[in-house]
């Protein structure tokens, strides 16, 4: 249950009624959440990105919005969110953003960043899923508990 000022959203709130003018209040809700549970008090919320969250159809419910800004303050390598940290891609947005990363120079390089931008998701992800318990990350990630702190400090994690 997401409790917003004097309203609360249940986990099914979508599916029962995706109301456009709900999201903005979850999102910052949630959003003082996870900066929360992820001790990131200084990280910032521009309100032009709540847009990306309203322009989404979401096919899921609040689990699925809470896990998007949870992954999101986990990948920020900025003091503020930017729709690349979203992974969100609407009708408008999909041409724009080229799926998230930079497609120029050769093709090795191009496949290089996306590697890496993939790899750097799956960490956080796994991180998330387990509650930052690394060797259980690293199981779920199939790789050594090595390779997987490695990785945390290449990527800033």
């Known amino acids: 249950m997401i409790r917003s000022g004097n309203r609360q959203f249940g986990l099914s709130h979508f599916a029962r009624a995706a109301r456009a003018d709900d999201i903005p209040e979850l999102v910052q809700s949630i959003f003082v959440k996870a900066k929360q549970k992820h001790n990131l008090p200084n ?34 390598d900025s003091a503020e969110l930017q729709p690349k940290d979203l992974g969100l891609f609407t009708d408008t947005n999909r041409e724009a953003t080229a799926f998230g990363f930079d497609l ?12 890496r931008m993939v790899e750097r998701q799956k960490i956080a992800d796994a991180l998330a899923q387990c509650d930052g318990n690394k060797t259980r990350a690293a199981e779920v990630l199939a790789v050594s508990y090595k390779t997987l702190l490695t990785k945390i400090k290449d990527y800033n994690l």
Do not use: K
């Not at 809470?66 to 986990?74: D, K, L, Q, Y």
């Not at 120029?104 to 590697?115: K, Q, Y």
């Open 104 to 115: 120029s120079g050769t093709l090795n390089e191009a496949a290089d960043r996306a590697m």
């Open 43 to 76: 990280l910032r919320l521009p309100p032009q990105l709540v847009e990306y969250f309203s322009g989404y159809r979401w096919p899921g419910n609040v689990r699925e919005l809470e896990n998007t800004i949870e992954r999101a303050c986990i990948l920020a």
